[in-house]
């Protein structure tokens, strides 16, 4: 099946500095990927919807300038979250659709301390 | 009202037992559906995808009721391993981005 690889799966960062996350899928183009973010015992909230080679779309109440979405090919879509703070700490999750079915990136788990 | 919704539980069931879950959507107009699960600090894995006439695989089985917009998920001989969440999944309508419900979470012991 269709596979989608996420990287890093988990980051401790400092508060104010900036953690890129890394999305590929491995045997299929994605034309559209997905980002997402869970908070501990909350359902995974879609954050924006990255396209490629143009600009992301982001849900609202996401600030577009502190989550920065690049998905410069068909293969790679990119989220920095930018001058982290402590509240920014979560479980966020990148997917692409294969077909109607989505496929998950392992996740990564962010600690801003 | 929440495009998918779903009972948080816990469902908390004894080794052997059947146990259903439903999902409610509220768009009509949407064509995908999935039931996933989740295991505690993973991604998401999909279960089985629901068709308009029901599927079945091993113990679980997975219904779709369109006119009253919900899907189902019923494990037979529930096995402790089943305990994770199950999170229902939508898709289409006019839109392509899959719709979460928060999930369902199961508690199978001995």
């Known amino acids: 099946g269709a596979v989608v690889s996420q990287h890093p799966s988990r980051v401790i960062c400092k508060s104010g500095t900036s953690v890129k996350i890394e999305c590929r899928s491995l045997?299929?183009?994605?034309?559209?990927m997905f980002w997402y973010r869970q908070f501990p015992k909350q359902s995974l909230m879609l954050m924006a919807t990255?396209?490629?080679?143009?600009?992301?779309?982001?849900e609202q109440g996401v600030e577009k300038d502190k989550f920065l979405i690049n998905h410069a090919s068909l293969t790679l879509s990119t989220l920095t979250v930018t001058s982290a703070h402590p509240e920014d700490s979560s479980f966020y999750i990148c997917?692409?659709?294969?077909?109607?079915?989505?496929?998950f990136g392992q996740g990564t788990r962010l600690t801003v301390v | 009202r929440k495009e998918v919704e779903q009972d948080p539980g816990p469902f908390n069931v004894p080794e052997g037992a059947t146990v259903a879950f439903n999902c409610t959507y509220s768009?009509?107009?949407?064509?995908?559906f999935f039931w996933y699960r989740q295991d505690c600090r993973k991604e998401p894995k999909l279960l089985m995808s629901v068709y308009s006439s029901g599927n079945e695989d091993g113990r679980f089985t997975a219904q779709l009721n369109r006119a009253s917009q919900y899907i189902s998920l019923l494990i037979r001989d529930s096995k402790l391993s089943d305990s994770a969440t199950y999170l229902c999944v939508v898709n289409g309508g006019g839109s392509y981005i899959p719709t979460f419900g928060r999930g369902t979470s199961l508690i199978v012991h001995p």
């Open positions: 045997d299929f183009q994605a034309t559209t």
């Open positions: 990255s396209n490629e080679g143009s600009k992301a779309t982001y």
């Open positions: 997917s692409a659709l294969g077909g109607a079915e989505a496929f």
């Open positions: 768009n009509s107009a949407s064509q995908s």
